[in-house]
């Protein structure tokens, strides 16, 4: 396919799931949680594009040079674009960065990096776009994302971590929750990578040097392996699509009621929420 073609279809085809899935509006006021990867940059530079005025949200996790070069990198996109960019530092809230956290928390709790690290992500992006004002948090998860999110819901035996699934949060309503959305749920992460490259946005291609020996990596190969991956995919996420309103009602009637947590006061199923729970050394 041309290029000219395939960066037409791309745009056409996120602009048709903010639309099916009234993932946007203009009255929204969107923040973009922007990692300095492809995904989120790419995001950011289309709902900027498409005229919704995204702000940008960077999590520095003082990971080395990593961060440092994914730091710098959405720096000057923003800057190219006349983005409001903001940071926030770890280093700067908790006096040390994400490495050290886990190393502590993992010396108690059994857990995968991947999912400590998205646990405080997501406390931050949660807190901070509530305090600017934000109505939309935009994230940079792809369709490949989200068929090894589900397989591994499935494997883990555990249903109910898929309820925040899908293109819109949607279990928790609550004043204090900023509702998280994904305008790229139905692209290919290879398609992401070539209209990135295509673009020549400033971005690193290298995958996060602390994701290893997931389940998530697994999968991600086996499905890449199969012939018809695409199609694959695509079959997971839409018969999962299927469900989810069904298992949101299912599970919802079960619910505990939502608390606010006795540390940090955001909005919690326990008394004190994971991010507290885990971070207990760090904020008590
Ligand atoms: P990950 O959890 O690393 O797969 O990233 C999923 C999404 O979370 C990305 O597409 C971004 O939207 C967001 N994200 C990841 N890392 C950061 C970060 N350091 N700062 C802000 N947002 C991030
Ligand atoms: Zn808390």
Not at 18 to 35: E, N
Not at 270 to 283: G, H
Request: proline fraction near 2%; charged fraction near 30%; glycine fraction near 6%.
């Amino acid at each position: 396919m041309k290029s000219e073609h395939f960066i037409r279809n791309f745009e056409s085809g996120i602009a048709e799931t903010i639309k099916k899935y009234k993932l946007l509006d203009k009255k929204d006021k969107v923040i973009v949680a922007c990692s300095g990867g492809k995904d989120s940059t790419t995001v950011l530079y289309l709902l900027h594009k498409f005229g919704f005025k995204p702000h940008a949200l960077f999590i520095d996790l003082d990971m080395g040079k990593w961060s440092e070069i994914n730091k710098q990198n959405i720096k000057k996109f923003c800057g190219e674009l006349g983005i409001k960019l903001h940071i926030v530092s770890l280093k700067k809230q908790y006096g040390c960065g994400i490495c050290y956290i886990k190393s502590v928390i993992r010396s108690k709790y059994n857990l995968n990096q991947c999912i400590i690290c998205g646990i405080i992500k997501r406390w931050i992006l949660n807190r901070e776009s509530r305090k600017l004002g934000m109505t939309k948090i935009v994230t940079g998860h792809n369709l490949d994302d989200e068929a090894q999110n589900v397989l591994m819901n499935w494997m883990k035996g555990n249903m109910k971590l898929s309820l925040n699934l899908g293109p819109k949060t949607g279990t928790i309503e609550d004043k204090k929750f900023v509702t998280r959305i994904k305008p790229l749920y139905f692209m290919l992460e290879k398609d992401i990578k070539k209209y990135s490259k295509l673009r020549n946005f400033p971005v690193q291609y290298k995958r996060c040097p602390c994701a290893i020996g997931t389940y998530r990596i697994d999968l991600r190969q086996i499905l890449d392996e199969m012939k018809n991956g695409r199609k694959i995919k695509q079959n997971i996420v839409e018969n999962f699509l299927k469900m989810l309103p069904k298992m949101r009602k299912y599970f919802n009637s079960e619910n505990s009621a939502l608390k606010y947590c006795t540390v940090c006061e955001e909005p919690s199923r326990n008394d004190i929420c994971n991010r507290c729970k885990l971070m207990e050394k760090f904020v008590h």
